[in-house]
Every structure is written in C-alpha cells, then in structure tokens.
C-alpha cells in the first residue's frame, strides 16, 4: 500500500516538474512514506529523521514526514523532531503536492493551525488542521506512477478487523472500497503505450488491507464485490496481464473467490492467506475469527479447487499468552499447510490496540527462539516444496536484469517464484518459458527453453 501510495506522489510530483534526484544532498524536498505496523519500521524512520536532521545543518530543503506515523505519534514528531516541516497523515496525501507548491497561500484558517505549536511551526500544523478537516473520508489517488511492467493498484483503504495485536484500523481507518470505474480507467491508462514510463504493464497488484472485503456500493443500490470487480476487471486488461491481489483475509475468503481463481488464467493462482498462528487459543486472543481447524478446512478446499496453487502467509509469533504448546501448534500447522513461503514476525505491542492491555509477557529472548525457530521450518520447507518443481517447464514473466550477473535475467512465475536465467535483456517485459534446473537461496536457476513476444 505504501508502495502504491509512494507512486501516486511521484506521479503528481512528475507532474508538476519535480523530478528525483539521486543524492540526498541534491534534494529541496524529502518525503518520507512510513509505517508503523511494527516498532522496528518506526525506528528505522527515527534514524532517518536523525540522518536528516544533519543534512538540514548543510543544506536548505523541507522534509515531509506522511503516513501512519504521522497519524500515531503527531504529538511526539511534532515535539522531538522540530525538523520535520510538514507532517502529512493518510487521509491529506492528496493535499501534498498543492501545498508544496502554494503552502503560503493554502486558505488562512488550515494555515493558521490551533495546537500549542501554531506559532513556531505553521508549516506543521497546516496538516494537523487539515487532518480535522478531512477526517473519515479517504480520498483514493486516480493515477499511480509505474514503473517496469508491474504495477500496484489500491483498491481498498483501512480496515474493519481490528485484530487485537495491530494497529491498521487506528491508523488508516474503516474501510472504503475505490470506485470500479476508477479502477477500470486507471488500468487502462498503464495499458497504453503512452504512460508514464512508455513500457507496457504485464502484471497487476490489486491492493488492500483486505481485498476481499472490498464492497462498492453503486448508484441503484446494489453492491459490487470482490469477485464481481475481478470479472469487470478481466475483460479490461490488454493482451496478456497477470493479475494478483494481496492481501486476503481467510474469514473472507470466498467459495466464489476460489472458483473464479481456478477458472479464470488471468488471475494467478497465488494467493497470500495469512494464517498468523497456529493455536486457536491465541487465533481467538488475536481476534482473528476463525480457529486452526478453520484455516486448514479453508486451505483444503482451495487445494482442492485449484491443485497448483501456492499458498504463502503471514506468522506472529511471541503474542501475550503464549505458551510452548500454542508454539508447537504453530509449527505443526506449517508442516501441514507447507506453505510456499512466509513473512515471519515477533510480537510487537503497539499501544491504543486491545492487546497492548495485555502485557507482553512472553520474554524477548523465548520471542526470539521461537521466532528462528519458525524461519528455519519455513526455510526447509520453501526448499523441498522448490526442491520438487526442478525439471519441470513454466512460464515466467521477465522483469529486468539480475541485480547479482548482468548476463542474467530476473523474471517471477505465476506463482510469485523468484527465477533467474541467462538471457539477452530484449526479453525483458516479456512471457518466455524456462526449465527450473536448480535452487540458489529461494530463487529458482532456470534455462530458456522458448522465448516470447513483448
Ligand atoms: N491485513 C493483513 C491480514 O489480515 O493478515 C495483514 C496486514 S498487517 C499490516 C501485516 C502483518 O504485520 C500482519 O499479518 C502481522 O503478521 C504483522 N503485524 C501486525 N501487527 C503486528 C505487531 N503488533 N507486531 C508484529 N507484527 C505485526
Ligand atoms: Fe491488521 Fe490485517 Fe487484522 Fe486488519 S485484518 S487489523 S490489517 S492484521
């Protein structure tokens, strides 16, 4: 999402002649895009406030500082890091580029502000204000820089969950679902040749905290859902597009969902389920709404429906309460599901959320064992579930060149697989085919057996 909303602001600041440059030191404006789901996404982006705060003592620029940190610690950003000139929550993002260009005639009553630091900082508050001014209503961008022949497109905003442990729904608010006529126009924008970037857009990424749940509701009062805007979407995308959404919760997953992934070759049999824990106890603490039993029924009838499918996942280990036998669980759960690979993570409690109440009493050190202890099961089983498709053929959409052998090719399967060949970069942007001959790491080693069209 931060990706997505990233490409949104360069594509207005492109259009009113800003440019990047390539050196801090170059630069009149720095915008920084955070996150605050985990401390240590936060902490990162204090070292950098630190970094910037330096390059303030040689050279004039603003910093902007947008996103959900601006959202959660408005008061402390506002107090510790003076050197932010503007601070941009997500509900004003729109706002940026007009403000950076007119911040001294934006009308009088943002301008002025009304907390404690008005006076000494105006540019600041220009956005707390504005933030009242805007709250609750999100405003989707319409155009997205891209970039390659990927793009990500937002089709949802915040979230109605509230699972115990996350801070999401605080930050980004409920949910709102994008206008499908948007969606629609937006695509076939990064579909022409004239885009931004001139290169044509092989594969798309819906994105949303929780695709599935997205709901438009139309003029006539009826509602438009997720496997409803995919089959609008379908018909629109030019010549070959891979189409992908993340991320999916299991509780909304849909038999109609499943289907249509089965059914339909432009949407890629990946689907990203995060399951977070494998101990229904902790499942229920979590507030996710659905047990262990749950989840596997669920990845069952998805094996079932579509054979190929790779399922990857999102796991929490360390949350307030559990114990070595709900870690147990975890692990057994992911022998069972052998999941293609996963996003691993240790409890961070993030205060405002249900579950900061509860402490954090398992200690960092246990949250750290069993932390490596899920990374290297995940590890052995990304390889033998890898280790299996040696020798077979697949199709592969080539995506640039490999960072690590310029004589090599980087190009991604259906199925989200990372594979690198030898190959000349006129076939880049394009879909060829390649045997997997062998595993480096996660990433498949592959030799072209059939080229393609661009
Ligand atoms: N909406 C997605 C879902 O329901 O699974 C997840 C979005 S969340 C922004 C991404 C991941 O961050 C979560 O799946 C969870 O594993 C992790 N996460 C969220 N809150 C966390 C916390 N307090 N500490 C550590 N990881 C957290
Ligand atoms: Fe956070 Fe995802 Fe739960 Fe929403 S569904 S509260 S984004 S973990």
Sequence with gaps: MNKAESGYLEYELQNHGWFPVQAPEEAQVVILNTCSVRKTAEDRIWGRLGFFKAQKKTHAF??????????????????????????????????????????????????????????????????????LIDSGEYRFAERHSVSGFHAY??????????????????????????????????????????????????????????????????????????????????????????LR??????????????????TEPAL??????????????????????YTREQYLDLVARIRKTIPEVSLTTDILIGFPGESEEDYGLTLELMRTVRFEDAFMYRYNPREGTRAFELGD????????????????????????????????????????ISKKNEGELLARTERDEMVVFPGSPQQIGSFVRVRLNNLQGSTFRAELIEAGRS
Excluded at 106 to 113: D, M
Excluded at 245 to 262: Q, Y
Excluded at 373 to 399: A, F, P, S, Y
Aim: with cysteine; net charge neutral; proline share 5%.
């Design 153 to 242: 497109l937002p089709i949802m905003h915040g979230c109605n969950n509230f699972c115990t442990y996350c801070i999401v729904p605080y930050v980004r608010g409920s949910e709102v679902s994008r206008n499908p006529e948007s969606i629609l126009a937006e695509i076939s924008r990064i579909q022409t040749p004239e885009h931004t970037t001139g290169q044509m857009i092989r594969e798309i990424t819906l994105v949303g905290q929780n695709v599935n749940s997205y709901r438009y509701r139309n003029q006539d009062g009826t509602t438009l859902t997720f496997p409803a805007l995919l089959r609008r979407i379908v018909p629109v995308l030019q010549d070959r597009t891979w």
């Design 245 to 262: 959404f993340i991320t999916s919760h299991p509780k909304d997953m849909s038999a109609e969902l499943i289907d249509l992934i089965a």
């Design 268 to 289: 890629c049999p990946h689907i990203h389920l995060p399951v977070q824990h494998g101990s229904s106890r902790i499942l229920q603490a979590m507030g996710r709404r």
């Design 361 to 400: 009493d398992v200690p960092e050190k246990v949250k750290k064992e069993r932390l490596s202890g899920v990374i290297d099961l995940q590890r052995r089983i990304t390889r033998e579930v890898k280790n299996d498709k040696l020798g077979r053929i697949v199709e592969v959409l080539v995506e640039g």
């Design 62 to 131: 603003r910093l902007v500082l947008m996103g959900c940190m601006s959202e959660r610690l408005k008061e402390e950003i506002l107090n510790e890091a003076p050197h932010v000139d503007l601070l941009v929550g997500n509900f004003q993002k729109h706002r940026l580029v007009d403000v950076l260009e007119h911040g001294d005639t934006v009308p009088e009553a943002i301008a002025e502000g009304s907390g404690r630091n008005a006076q000494r900082r105006p540019r600041a508050e220009v956005h707390q204000e504005a933030h």
